[in-house]
């Protein structure tokens, strides 16, 4: 696995498959996800308006987005409750994140962190991201896709070198090797 640390707004960010954190009470869709659905041209709010998203702890949704962002599928995966979303929630989307995007078989993946605020710390949330997809992709059935993956993290500035921080501590934890480069 490569991941690469960059500025980049997701949406510019090409890639087979762009993954965006729903969070389930979080109304108006705000940072990275309300960018994605205003350049949807508000997809996203009209799902959730009519019912049939609701950002649900680990409810997944495939969109193709056509020409509105640079990348193939997008994949959204519901948070639940935005301040309930600790170390153990966040290693569970980890790990669905990386079954899902095996079954999908996407080797190209783009992703960004939740709101910024207080509660959401980059550190923790990249430390247990990325200790989920890790060990889910030891398994067996899918550590060929984890083996040849790369995934490009869209952070503000400010987050990039807790992110890295973070990254690197799921690295030393479960003595992995993998390489981790930041754009700048």
Sequence with gaps: M?????????????????VCFLPEDVRP???????VDWALNGL???LIWEGRLKGSFLES??????RYLSCEKLLL???????????????????TLMRTLSGLKVMDISLSFPIPDATQSPVVFAENLTKGLLLEGEKEEIRHCTEQM??????VFEQ???ALLGIQ?????????FNVIVLE
């Design 2 to 18: 490569k991941i690469v640390l960059t500025e980049n707004p997701i949406e510019r960010i090409f890639s087979q498959c762009a």
């Design 29 to 35: 869709l705000r940072g990275t996800i309300g960018m």
């Design 44 to 46: 996203i709010t009209h």
């Design 61 to 66: 949704t495939l969109i193709r987005p056509g």
């Design 77 to 95: 995966v519901g948070m639940g409750r935005y301040h309930e979303c600790g170390e153990g929630r966040i290693r569970q989307l980890g790990e």
């Design 150 to 155: 790369n995934v490009a993290i869209s952070c």
């Design 160 to 162: 990039i070198d807790e």
């Design 169 to 177: 501590k799921a690295k030393v934890e479960l003595k992995k090797h």
